[in-house]
Nanobody, 125 residues
């Protein structure tokens, strides 16, 4: 069982930056591929970024490439999402998710085992 807790959301002006954190419980964090998703009001949840269990592979949605950076610190059981040059269309609830690395071979994973509760990011114009 893995529990995920996001933090770092808030209100920021367009062009600003935020850093989201997702702290995971448990001793096997380094065995999980991790990802960030977001869901805006009235829209479907979408994948934003993913990072492999070792940190050696990453994935970014086209809409955030060059602006967002996903990273992880396995010693701290934490995954991060650095968001720069934020736009109003980045406004959403951001969720982190975990997928055990030995379940499935797709990259990025199509399904996830655990989800956090989400943190709100609001970008004003």
């Amino acid at each position: 069982q893995v529990q995920l807790a996001e933090s770092g959301g808030g209100l920021v002006q367009a062009g600003g930056s935020l850093r989201l954190s997702c702290a995971a419980s448990g001793r096997l964090f380094s065995s999980y591929n991790m990802a960030w998703f977001r869901q805006a009001p009235g829209k479907e949840r979408e994948s934003v970024a993913a990072i492999s269990w070792s940190g050696g592979s990453t994935y970014y949605a086209d809409s955030v490439k060059g602006r967002f950076t996903i990273s992880r610190d396995n010693a701290k059981n934490t995954v991060y999402l650095q968001m720069n040059s934020l736009k109003p269309e980045d406004t959403a609830v951001y969720y982190c998710a975990a997928r055990y690395r030995l379940r499935g071979s797709n990259w990025p994973p199509r399904e996830y085992d655990y989800w956090g509760q989400g943190t709100q990011v609001t970008v004003s114009s």
